[in-house]
């Protein structure tokens, strides 16, 4: 398939949506802490600490070279903190 047949196509990822996970627009913009604060407060049902890490991961495999390096940091740190708070109850 060349680039031009792809790009008529468009890709899969472009299709996806969750239901599971609620992310407010610009929640990608904020501050590592802000940006796991935000996801806990607003999915509270059992479980959401991990729907929370596996859409970030999603979010960091689906940006690939196009998310800066900054950006990439802040969200990595965010699952970090939500990894902690998940160990502490």
Not at 29 to 39: D, E, V
Not at 46 to 69: C, D, E, F, V
């Amino acid at each position: 398939m060349t680039k031009k047949e792809k790009d008529a196509k468009g890709y899969w990822v472009h299709t996806v949506t969750t239901d599971v996970v609620n992310v407010p627009p610009g929640t990608m913009k904020l501050s590592p802490k802000k940006m796991a604060n935000l996801l806990l407060k607003i999915n509270t049902y059992p479980g959401a600490h991990g729907s929370i890490n596996r859409y970030l991961q999603y979010y960091l495999n689906r940006g690939g070279r196009g998310i800066p390096k900054e950006r990439y940091e802040a969200v990595r740190k965010a699952q970090e903190i939500i990894r902690s708070r998940k160990s502490q109850g």
